[in-house]
């Protein structure tokens, strides 16, 4: 079998024919309550099941297996290196845990659409403003980052030879997005992200039974093969904090970026609000975080194996370890692990992607054109809907040809560590709000949320001066935090109303 260009798109035109009759089937007569929350009605299991695509994504589908045997010019250990990532996932669950049991009872209980409804009932209006608009900014940089991703790789291998450059590429995939979402929002994507999901780790283990096959080794064989190579390390203790392995720098991390980017974000707790009731979120909560351990250790199996095989044939390791997976994908396995391969990287990307999409959708039009408070036709609103959500597609678009004219990998990452400071101020107006009784004055929230990233990243740039080496890495999101937090002491006073306060 010949892995043609031809061949590929006719197996991607497939997929998406499939996601195309999922949509149909979902959105019929699906309504703004459908669209934001699928009217609470989304079965559990589904939730945590799609759940663990739009975690993911694409960047990790390609990013995780290459970083696993990453080493610097020095020739040590890279963030993530071996099977260290584990240590970050462990930390996943305490984070998981926080969330089932003090924000999910909270946003239940308010009845909550967009979560940052929760700041305009504890503080006010520009808090509530704040945090939204942080989130659109969070979520369109880094949506717009996996999808970059993907479109490279798509872009090379299938779109290039028949002569379409990198922006149609980008466009019809988002327009594809568009017309499986538009419709029925995330009552189609519960269904869509849950069959992207399979397809995603179906694509992780042939391509690992593929090595298996090229190795002439059985599971056995592999297990005993990443045993005793140099990646299978999960806990690092004795590297200090100035590791970027160290196993409590990693765990606390973990926890933090899941409280953060999940428990804090719009995007993954849209899914959970739309089950029927707080317990079953919780029990799409608990099965999500054990799914999730089994779907990161085989992509760090599928890392180790990626390396061990590289090492086997004679093929040099990629400058960009994240074209290791493809390279050997597409010019070294049989010509069906690249077939598995592009498939499992469009599920991934396109797993977080339509959901990011639906999100900034429900956000601006619930936190900032209010559909909630007003009394419009829904056929108006339903209208409207569909502005925003084409408007959003073109600034996604967009981005994305901005990252690609760049050209310059340091610029591009700059921009995603911006994108991650912006969780920063999110994080301290909730812990503000459900840790302390005090009032703020609203007022002043903006110049404090805008200062706190500020002096966070010119912390960080300077921390290996300031503290003998130190980098804080993914702890920066709790320096950020903590910093908000500082800010917001400063301009609060006592309430003498505690009994109001939706805590």
């Not at 979560?115 to 808090?127: A, N």
């Not at 991703?149 to 149609?168: C, D, N, R, S, Y």
């Not at 979402?181 to 780790?201: E, Y």
Request: aromatic share 14%; with cysteine; charged share 10%.
């Amino acid at each position: 079998m010949n892995l043609s260009p031809e061949l590929i798109l006719s197996i991607v035109a497939g997929y998406f024919v499939v996601l195309m009759v999922v949509s149909w089937w979902t959105s019929k007569q699906a309504d703004n309550a459908d669209f934001f929350i699928a009217g609470r009605q989304s079965p559990w299991v589904l939730v945590a099941v799609g759940m663990i695509g739009a975690s993911l994504s694409g960047a990790t589908f390609i990013s995780i297996p290459g970083a696993i045997g990453a080493v610097d010019e020095f020739g040590a250990p890279k963030l993530n290196y071996g099977f260290s990532y584990m240590q970050t996932v462990f930390g996943y669950l305490l984070g998981y845990l926080v969330i089932a049991h003090i924000l999910m009872p909270l946003y239940y209980r308010l009845n909550l659409t967009s979560i940052y409804g929760y700041l305009e009932q504890r503080f006010g209006f520009f808090s509530y403003k704040t945090g939204a608009a942080y989130f659109l900014i969070s979520r369109i940089i880094g949506a717009s980052f996996r999808l970059f991703l993907m479109a490279i790789v798509l872009q090379k291998f299938v779109m290039e030879p028949f002569g379409i450059p990198f922006w149609g590429t980008v466009a019809i995939t988002i327009v594809l997005i568009w017309i499986y979402t538009f419709q029925g929002g995330i009552k189609t994507i519960v269904w869509t992200d849950a069959l992207q999901t399979i397809c995603m780790l179906t694509a992780v283990v042939l391509t690992i039974l593929a090595i298996g096959n090229a190795l002439e080794q059985d599971l056995s064989g592999l297990i005993s093969l990443i045993q005793n190579s140099d990646y299978s390390q999960i806990f690092f203790f004795e590297g200090g904090w100035s590791d970027p392995n160290n196993f409590f720098k990693q765990f606390i991390s973990g926890a933090l970026i899941t409280i953060v980017m999940t428990g804090l974000d719009q995007d993954m707790m849209q899914k959970n609000l739309s089950c029927r009731t707080l317990g079953d979120a919780q029990k799409n909560m608990y099965l999500f975080s054990g799914i999730l351990i089994f779907a990161n250790l085989l992509f760090l199996t599928l890392g180790a194996l990626l390396y061990i095989y590289a090492a086997n044939i004679g093929v040099e390791i990629p400058t960009r370890t994240d074209q290791l997976y493809p390279t050997l994908a597409f010019e070294h396995l049989p010509p069906a692990v690249g077939v598995v391969f592009i498939l499992g990287l469009i599920a991934a990307a396109y797993s977080s992607a339509d959901s990011a999409l639906t999100a900034l959708t429900t956000s601006f039009c619930i936190d900032f054109l209010d559909f909630e408070k007003t009394e419009k036709p829904e056929s108006e609103k339903k209208k409207t809907r569909w502005i925003v959500h084409i408007g959003f597609s073109i600034i996604l678009l967009t981005v994305i040809i901005i990252f690609n004219s760049l050209s310059n990998d340091s610029v591009i990452n700059e921009l995603l560590k911006i994108a991650g400071y912006t969780y920063g101020p999110i994080l301290g107006l909730f812990v503000f709000g459900m840790v302390t009784k005090r009032q703020i004055r609203d007022n002043y929230v903006i110049p404090i949320c805008l200062a706190a990233p500020i002096v966070s990243y010119l912390i960080n740039n300077n921390s290996a001066e300031l503290f003998g080496g130190f980098q804080f890495g993914f702890l920066i999101i709790a320096l950020n935090g903590f910093i908000t937090v500082l800010g917001l002491w400063a301009i609060s006073y006592e309430n003498i109303h505690t009994e109001e306060l939706p805590v």
